[in-house]
Nanobody
Framework: VQLQASGGGLVQAGDSLRLSCAAS????????IGWFRQAPGKEREFVAA????????LYADSVKGRFTISRDRAKNTVTLQMNSLKPDDTAVYYC???????????????????WGQGTQVTVSS
């Protein structure tokens, strides 16, 4: 599976952005697809994940109510809609995939087998 992340940019606090993760090389089947982010000097942290087959979702507490992860079966794409952005959301955002959904095991980078390149999100105050 090859993953391509896109949609980052520079926005002001309170604005919205939509990130996309497109897959090639395989259909997602029963995959779990996640978004992570990494700010300078910090560890990569979990943002959200979706189970491709059912649409079940999981969110980090820091983004609940502001971010929405969804999938488009026709386009084989996962989208992260980010609203009410804050300066603390500034980071490089990565999408990742693993071949099956694991209850309790979707929030660590080591849980994932495939990674896309990052896309920069910068939120100014």
């Amino acid at each position: 599976v090859q993953l391509q992340a896109s949609g980052g940019g520079l926005v002001q606090a309170g604005d919205s952005l939509r990130l996309s993760c497109a897959a090639s090389g395989s259909s997602f089947g029963n995959y779990g697809i996640g978004w992570f982010r990494q700010a300078p000097g910090k560890e990569r942290e979990f943002v959200a994940a979706i189970r491709w087959s059912t649409g079940s979702t999981l969110y980090a507490d820091s983004v609940k109510g502001r971010f929405t992860i969804s999938r488009d079966r026709a386009k084989n794409t996962v989208t992260l809609q980010m609203n009410s952005l804050k300066p603390d959301d500034t980071a490089v955002y990565y999408c990742a995939a693993r071949p099956w959904w694991s209850v309790g095991g979707m929030s660590k980078p080591a849980d994932y087998d495939y990674w896309g390149q990052g896309t920069q999100v910068t939120v100014s105050s």
